[in-house]
């Protein structure tokens, strides 16, 4: 089964940036269509970022313009820059797959294997 495993997070001020890496462990496993989620305390997880492995990008509202998502396809890994952080943030990130709607819209899944730990980013004022 796929484990994706997530890096790159921290505590930063608002107004920073970090940036993300998510690659699968373990098996020779070919990252598709892929998103970044993020869930914070006591909410839903929720889908922030689509990439396909042609390139087509997409960002939930919440993000645009802030976040960056990308791919290095040879090294099976997919990146998220995150810039201008503000206090909502703050929650834990994941990589997993992820799908585009019919016009572009971020559609959670399909899901590969398990959820990986994430990576945990904390914004603060």
């Known amino acids: 089964q796929v484990q994706l495993v997530e890096s790159g997070g921290g505590l930063v001020q608002a107004g920073g940036s970090l940036s993300l890496s998510c690659a699968p462990s373990?098996?020779?496993?070919?990252?598709?269509?892929m998103g970044w989620y993020r869930q914070a305390p006591g909410k839903q997880r929720e889908l922030v970022a689509v990439?396909?492995?042609?390139?087509?990008?997409n960002y939930a509202d919440s993000v645009k313009g802030r976040f960056i998502i990308s791919r290095d396809n040879a090294k099976n890994t997919v990146y998220l820059q995150m810039n201008s952080l503000k206090l909502e943030d703050t929650a834990a990130y994941y990589c997993?797959?992820?799908?585009?709607?019919?016009?572009?819209?971020?559609?959670?899944?399909?899901?590969?294997?398990?959820w990986g730990q994430g990576t945990q980013v904390f914004v603060s004022s």
């Open positions: 373990g098996s020779a496993f070919r990252l598709n269509t």
């Open positions: 990439i396909s492995r042609d390139g087509r990008i």
């Open positions: 997993n797959g992820a799908s585009f709607g019919p016009t572009y819209e971020l559609i959670p899944g399909p899901i590969l294997g398990s």
